[in-house]
């Protein structure tokens, strides 16, 4: 079955450092790809989806690259401000089949002062 | 354009009691998703629907869980005879033709 990979569960770095968190995934179609921010007692809020044209999605000075060859949807940003610590979740979607998602689990990123 | 609503915000059970969730989604979108959240864990698929109609309910224990959305508008979750296991937060989510779900914020339950 579809499946995503997030394997930091907790990245903790210093405002204005980038912010990489990695996403892999694991499908047998051609998937579309989801990064959702949840701040705290919040609901998952979409931030970045992938495009069927390579085009990179940008949101809040955030992006990310699919990456078919690898199977990769890694989020980047250049400088982390404070506001960005929350969690972060990559999913995919069956597209055709009704758009449910499957998420990973999940990334906490914390940014110190 | 409102959100997703979901009520209630918070439900405290002992274990073998029911609950309800409801849910109105965003005007005009035909598909809602539920989902469930156990803490620090992300979102899993419990069931959804295409206007009345269960497209995929695989994932719910079908002998505890009901779901269902009558006229393709709002929708019950409800759990027949809670566990603690079913500790968790339950999303109601909804999307349109843009292939984008928005979720509401979530009725966090606690099963004691």
């Known amino acids: 079955g579809d499946s995503v990979t997030q394997t930091e569960g907790l990245v903790t770095l210093t405002e204005g450092l980038p912010v990489m968190l990695n996403c892999t995934y694991q499908s047998t179609y051609s998937p579309f790809l989801f990064w959702y921010v949840q701040h705290l007692n919040e609901a998952p809020k979409l931030l970045l989806k992938s495009f069927t044209d390579n085009k990179r999605p940008e949101h809040q000075g955030f992006h990310a690259t699919l990456h078919k060859s690898s199977s990769s949807f890694h989020l980047q940003k250049s400088s982390a401000q404070l506001s960005d610590s929350a969690l972060y979740y990559c999913?995919?979607?069956?597209?055709?089949?009704?758009?449910?998602?499957?998420f990973g689990t999940g990334t906490s990123l914390l940014v110190d002062p | 354009e409102a959100g997703v609503t979901q009520s209630p915000r918070y439900a405290v059970l002992q274990e073998g009691q029911a609950v309800s969730f409801w849910c109105d989604p965003i005007s005009g979108h035909d598909t809602l998703y539920w989902y469930q959240q156990p803490r620090d864990q992300g979102p899993q698929l419990l069931v959804y629907?295409?206007?009345?109609?269960?497209?995929?309910n695989s994932q719910l224990p079908s002998d505890r869980f009901s779901a269902v959305r009558p006229k393709g508008t709002n929708s019950t979750l409800k759990i027949q005879s809670a566990k603690q296991g079913d500790t968790a937060t339950y999303l109601c989510?909804?999307?349109?033709?843009?292939?984008?779900?928005?979720f509401g914020a979530g009725t966090r339950l606690s099963v004691l």
């Open positions: 999913a995919l979607s069956d597209g055709d089949m009704g758009y449910k998602l499957t």
């Open positions: 629907f295409r206007d009345e109609a269960v497209i995929d």
């Open positions: 989510a909804s999307s349109g033709t843009k292939n984008t779900l928005y």
